[in-house]
Every structure is written in structure tokens, then in C-alpha cells.
T-cell receptor
Framework: QQQVKQSPQSLIVQKGGISIINCAYE??????FPWYQQFPGKGPALLIA?????SEKKEGRFTISFNKSAKQFSLHIMDSQPGDSATYFC???????????FGRGTSLIVHP | DAGITQSPRHKVTETGTPVTLRCHQT?????MYWYRQDPGHGLRLIHY???????DKGEVSDGYSVSRSKTEDFLLTLESATSSQTSVYFC????????????FGPGTRLTVT
């Protein structure tokens, strides 16, 4: 049973466009909602994260939107750039656990 | 990079041989993890450790064992490598209790022929 469903699996966007990646979850105990970014040949690295006491968090061109009632959160990349081409993972976690649940990843390609 | 190194970075081995991958950290973090990454499966947890000699299984632990005799080192052993264990292996740490994010090492690409 997949506790975290990430979509889409792959995404192609033109430079300057908006990239949107979604993560739906089932575990209502999750209280930390991060997105990791992974470039080819590298390990994942934290990009941005949110806690459920806010509905949105913005850091530069990257925004997390959180919908507690729908049990989903999404990553929005504004003005997408070729350098944003990477694989993105959601990895929510509950406060009582130190084991995150990773989504299967979204491969983003931004064309120049 | 949170002071995480993995060795070797690349390895080719034959089916049936034992293989040990090493993860080394320099900052005395308590929690350490081993993941494997395969196309279409994302990152899957193999084993994790919450202290010296304290380890537990993840979702894909069959065929793998781990050891942690020192805070800084977390070893992953494939007792008898199989072709299905061809993968990229990532070590990760989580900082002190209460901190949320994980830091990942650079990965080890393992090919079992």
C-alpha cells in the first residue's frame, strides 16, 4: 500500500513556465512536509519544507502549498529555469518518527 | 554536504560475492540510514540506525545486513550479492533529535553481474 502518491511521474516545461508537482498522503499523523531536489549523480537535498500550521511557504521561486483537508501538498516552481531540471521527491514524516516516507519522484525537464 | 562520505563510489561485483559499503560522517549525528534508489521506485529504506549498535530494518531489508560499531561509521553488507541488488545506494543522516531534514551522501553505484 502506497502511503504517499506523487504526481506526475515526469514533467516537461518550457523556460519561464510554472512547474507543479503534487503529493497526496494518507497518514494524518504527518506533521513535516518537505520537498527534496536531486540532480543527476548527486544525493537528494532539501529544497523547501512546510509544517501544517501554515498553508503556504515561499522561498524565492519555490512555493509549497499545503491542503490539510485534502491531505495533499504541492511544489510550485515559478519562472522555471533549465537549471531546475532535476528529480523532485516529497517525503512527509510524523513527529513521532524519524523515518520519512518518500514519494516515487518526479523527473522535471525544463527546456531552454 | 554535512560531512558524509561513501565508499566505494562505484563497484562492479559478481553474483554470490559479499560486498560491504561504508558510510562515514564527521559530525556525530545519531541517526543514519541506508537507501537504495531504482528507476520507478524512488528511494527505499533498507536499514537505519538510531545509535551505536542500535539498528532496525526498513522496507527492503532482505539480503542486507548493517553494523554500527562507532558513531561515525554505518556499514551495509550484501552477504551474497544478486543481480536484483544492482542499484544506487545512498547513506543519509538526520541531525540532532528534533531536527527534521535528512542529509544525503553522494551515493554508491553498485553493479552485480
Amino acid at each position: 500500500q502506497q502511503q504517499v502518491k506523487q504526481s506526475p511521474q515526469s514533467l516537461i516545461v518550457q523556460k519561464g513556465g510554472i512547474s507543479i508537482i503534487n503529493c497526496a498522503y494518507e497518514n494524518t499523523a504527518f506533521d513535516y512536509f518537505p520537498w527534496y531536489q536531486q540532480f543527476p549523480g548527486k544525493g537528494p537535498a532539501l529544497l523547501i519544507a512546510i509544517r501544517p500550521d501554515v498553508s503556504e511557504k515561499k522561498e524565492g521561486r519555490f512555493t509549497i502549498s499545503f491542503n490539510k483537508s485534502a491531505k495533499q501538498f504541492s511544489l510550485h516552481i515559478m519562472d522555471s529555469q533549465p537549471g531546475d531540471s532535476a528529480t523532485y521527491f516529497c517525503a512527509p514524516r510524523s513527529g513521532g518518527s524519524y523515518i520519512p516516507t518518500f514519494g516515487r519522484g518526479t523527473s522535471l525537464i525544463v527546456h531552454p | 554536504d554535512a560531512g558524509i562520505t561513501q565508499s566505494p563510489r562505484h563497484k562492479v561485483t559478481e553474483t554470490g560475492t559479499p560486498v560491504t559499503l561504508r558510510c562515514h560522517q564527521t559530525e556525530n549525528h545519531r541517526y543514519m540510514y541506508w537507501y537504495r534508489q531504482d528507476p520507478g521506485h524512488g528511494l527505499r529504506l533498507i536499514h537505519y540506525s538510531y545509535g551505536v549498535k542500535d539498528t532496525d530494518k526498513g522496507e527492503v531489508s532482505d539480503g542486507y545486513s548493517v553494523s554500527r560499531s562507532k558513531t561515525e561509521d554505518f556499514l551495509l553488507t550484501l552477504e551474497s550479492a544478486t543481480s536484483s541488488q544492482t542499484s544506487v545506494y545512498f547513506c543519509a543522516i538526520k541531525a540532532q533529535q528534533g531536527a527534521d531534514e535528512q542529509y544525503f551522501g553522494p551515493g554508491t553505484r553498485l553493479t552485480v553481474t
